[in-house]
């Protein structure tokens, strides 16, 4: 039994076969892990067989928790369910008992990437309960999981986790080649791994998705993504990933149709204002006010009556009230970071424009500009677009709006050539084409 089930899940470094014998008999056993109880297992099976006070073929045969199972087609959805199986090698007749490690309450909630309608549970710290919440929601026997270590003195456990159905092997190849090659003192977090993936090359946008979501995690693995998951962090990395990774929300699975289409549309619209509204402030005012009706230029105009310097000075001014602003918001204490930030921008804000120091309009294109970078669902490309708009920012103030207009074709021809572990970064589907070319494949070293 052992044999025929190790060659069913190959790829499966979680499984556990392995025999035990005393004076009367002998069994087979075997089971995944993370969704059993060990302490079940320990309890009803180990120690019971090891003491021998009852016979143990007669435990077998008489609790009613011992269910015999009479076809092999059923050993895989046993396993996956969290039972243990138990050959008696004496008579052949296999047995399945329930062990499972139901993990609900005890895992902790998602803090960053949060949903109304979806689940609420989050990945663990601990590998195992990681892992137990991924095979429950992805319960399938072609969920391959690697084991690594990763740094000479952390020795950091790591699992890469892929569906060997739909992985591109070239993908798998890049991802375990990348981590046999990393060579550094210390690993603890998702991030650190990220960068060490990547390589030494600096990427505008990020190409590693960094997610604590087991749900977002098993649509992944449908798709023929790479996932790795690193002790002691929260999150994992999902490899390889596209642009249109990053502004999907995990809701837009759980909503109508039409109301997650007007969403994502939302969030497109918000991240070009994001990037492009200050400079497109700066151009209008400094080099084509032609381009408002009358009525709104001599508005904006009389708003800047009071201002003493350009409107690039105006610019900056604001972005680095409202930059120092969100940078408080991280990294006070939850418990007071909200209201201290809301404050501080409310004074700074109104005490500006009655100093003179910005104009009126200037306080409304900020403020757009904020809430329009949180809008982005994936916090690692909301942080890469509040750097996007300095550059534009830069050409704006030496080529008007001319300059904008070829900094974002310029962007777009990036965003066209990068490539994440080998595959189009802006390709427009989700499910990786092993087709595709590797062409461009970012180097560890």
């Not at 060990?38 to 435990?59: A, G, H, L």
């Not at 550059?391 to 070829?406: D, E, K, N, R």
Request: proline content about 5%; aromatic content about 10%; hydrophobic content about 45%.
């Amino acid at each position: 039994m052992n044999e025929r089930i190790r060659l069913l899940f190959a790829e499966a470094a979680d499984l556990k076969t392995y025999t035990l014998n005393n004076n009367a008999m002998s069994i087979d056993i075997a089971y995944i892990a993370p969704l059993c109880d060990e302490k079940m297992v320990s309890d009803f099976i180990t120690v019971p067989f090891t003491k021998e006070e009852i016979p143990y073929r007669k435990q077998l045969q008489t609790i009613p928790e011992y269910l015999k199972v009479e076809d092999p087609a059923r050993w895989q959805d046993l396993l996956l369910r969290g039972n243990i199986l138990i050959k008696d090698k004496e008579t052949g007749e296999i047995y399945s008992l329930f062990t499972g490690n139901v993990i609900c309450n005890e895992s902790p909630q998602t803090q960053v990437e949060s949903a109304i309608q979806g689940p609420q549970i989050a990945l663990s710290e601990d590998l195992n309960k990681s892992i137990n919440l991924i095979r429950t929601m992805y319960p399938v026997p072609e969920l391959g999981i690697e084991e690594y270590s990763v740094g000479y003195i952390s020795k950091t456990p790591l699992l890469v986790v892929f569906d060997q159905r739909h992985v591109d092997p070239s993908v798998l190849d890049n991802v375990r080649s990348k981590l046999s090659s990393i060579s550094v003192d210390m690993v603890h977090a998702a991030g650190e791994l990220e960068k060490l993936l990547i390589g030494k090359r600096r990427h505008l946008f990020p190409t590693v998705l960094i997610t604590e979501r087991p749900d977002r995690i098993a649509k992944s693995l449908s798709k023929g993504k790479v996932i790795v998951l690193i002790k002691g962090s929260m999150f994992a990395l999902i490899m390889p990933v596209s642009f249109f990774d990053f502004m999907h929300a995990i809701e837009d699975n759980y909503e109508a149709y039409w109301m997650t289409r007007a969403l994502i549309l939302i969030r497109y619209m918000s991240i070009v204002l994001t990037i492009t509204l200050p400079a497109l402030y700066i151009a209008i005012v400094s080099y084509n006010p032609e381009l408002f009706r009358v009525q709104l230029a001599f508005s904006i105009a009389a708003s800047r009556s009071a201002v003493p310097y350009p409107s690039y000075i105006e610019v900056f001014i604001m972005l680095f009230m409202i930059e120092t602003l969100i940078e408080a918001s991280i990294r006070l204490p939850r418990y007071i970071g909200s209201t201290a930030t809301t404050v501080g921008g409310l004074i700074l804000g109104q005490a500006a424009q009655q100093a003179g120091l910005v104009s009126s309009i200037m306080i409304i294109v900020t403020s757009v500009v904020a809430i329009s970078n949180f809008v982005i669902p994936i916090n690692s490309l909301s942080f890469s677009v509040r750097f996007l708009k300095y550059p534009l920012i830069a050409a704006s103030i030496f080529f008007g709006i001319s300059g904008v207009a070829v900094g974002l074709f310029l962007y777009v021809c990036y965003l066209c050539n990068l490539r994440s572990f080998g595959k189009p970064y802006f390709r427009l589907h989700g499910k990786i084409n092993p087709a595709e070319g590797d062409v461009g494949q970012v180097r560890t070293k």
